[in-house]
Nanobody
């Protein structure tokens, strides 16, 4: 049934780019806010970005990625993307695409992992020289 599958991770050098994909199945992702979290060894889970229900056309970015990352949707493919540019070593983490369940349609001005569901295996992003 409802499922989110992340892909697109890999290893890049600092300054490089990656595009992560979040493929939804079993439901129409356009009706839900969808977020990206990341977790690195020794660090707390961090909300990276969120995109609201299509009708709202609003997004959220953590200060640490603002200006470098871009979240977007392709409704025809039922997929959410996270374009990551100018990657830094600090971006190294497992990235998770998750479905919002509290105020499911809207991304607020903060991200709490408790408000999201359907945590999967994630995709590894490694930035190193």
């Amino acid at each position: 049934q409802s499922q989110l599958v992340e892909s697109g991770g890999g290893e890049v050098q600092p300054g490089g780019s990656l595009r992560l994909s979040c493929a939804a199945s079993g439901f129409n992702a356009d009706y839900y806010a969808i977020g990206w979290f990341r977790q690195a060894p020794g660090k707390e889970r961090e909300g990276v970005s969120c995109i609201s229900q299509t009708s709202y056309d609003t997004t959220y970015y953590a200060d640490s990625v603002k200006g470098r990352f871009t979240i977007s949707r392709d409704s025809a493919k039922n997929t959410v993307y996270l374009q990551m540019n100018n990657l830094k070593t600090e971006d190294t983490a497992v990235y998770y695409c998750v479905l919002k369940q509290k105020s499911y349609y809207y991304c607020g001005d903060y991200m709490s992992s408790d408000d999201f569901a359907f945590w999967g295996q994630g995709t590894q992003v490694t930035v190193s020289s």
